[in-house]
């Protein structure tokens, strides 16, 4: 089982709609959460960070955790042309040093 | 948020010669560093961690003597491709930690390698 999964593709919204996207993990212990917004051809940006069970809203942006289930998600509300980019997950695993990510979700926002 | 500055930004090379690539935290101390790996439409893989003062983790899989990693201070990181083959080409990113910092990490705008 791969530590960091995001298995949907290519996802395609109008401006202005909602964009949702899904991560889970393997490592029950983990502790820490991250959504990264990477553009082509460059690195990625931090945009959210979560720690605890329940959501965390920053501007349009919705972070969501549920550790029991072991998946964290990130809603774009209101999505702009701007936001589209490819969304990487990524977990800080118990103990461990260093992050995991997922392979990245591609957004594409509509005009 | 911190500010990681990477050099070059991209570089293209003859095979068999080695490359250097330098991350630099520019407003924070950075004890820890991290170099990845991005090929087209894949995602971030690790290859190392860099600690400052100290030998460099590999990942398994990463040659240590093909990719030499040196962390001299708390502010710089060099990522060292050593005789350098096609199959490196590559986008090269760096990020670092801030000590103290709950984990987050900031990256560096990473290094397009080419290697003819």
């Known amino acids: 089982q791969k530590e960091v999964e995001q298995n949907s593709g290519p996802l395609s919204v109008p401006e202005g709609a909602i964009a949702s996207l899904n991560c889970t993990y393997s490592?029950?212990?983990?502790?820490?959460f991250f959504w990264y917004r990477q553009y082509s051809g460059k690195s990625p940006e931090l945009i959210m960070s979560i720690y605890s069970n329940g959501d965390k809203e920053d501007g349009r942006f919705t972070a969501q955790l549920n550790k029991a289930s072991q998946y964290v998600s990130l809603l774009i509300r209101d999505s702009q042309p701007s936001d589209s980019a490819t969304y990487l997950c990524?977990?800080?695993?118990?103990?461990?040093?260093?992050?995991?990510f997922g392979k990245g979700n591609q957004v594409v926002v509509i005009p | 948020g911190a500010v990681v500055s990477q050099h070059p930004s991209w570089v293209i090379c003859k095979s068999g010669t080695s490359v250097k690539i330098e991350c630099r935290s520019l407003?924070?101390?950075?004890?820890?560093m991290f170099w990845y790996r991005q090929f087209p439409k894949q995602s971030l893989m690790l290859m190392a961690t860099?600690?400052?003062?100290?030998?460099?983790?590999?990942e398994q899989g990463v040659e240590k003597d093909k990719f030499l990693i040196n962390h001299a201070s708390l502010t710089l990181s060099t990522l060292t491709v050593t005789s350098a083959h096609p199959e490196d080409s590559s986008f090269y990113i760096c990020s670092a930690r801030e000590r103290g910092s709950n984990e987050k990490l900031f990256f560096g705008s990473g290094t397009q390698l080419s290697v003819l």
């Open positions: 860099s600690n400052e003062g100290s030998k460099a983790t590999y």
């Open positions: 490592d029950r212990g983990s502790q820490s």
């Open positions: 990524a977990v800080n695993f118990n103990g461990n040093n260093r992050l995991a």
């Open positions: 407003d924070f101390q950075a004890t820890t």
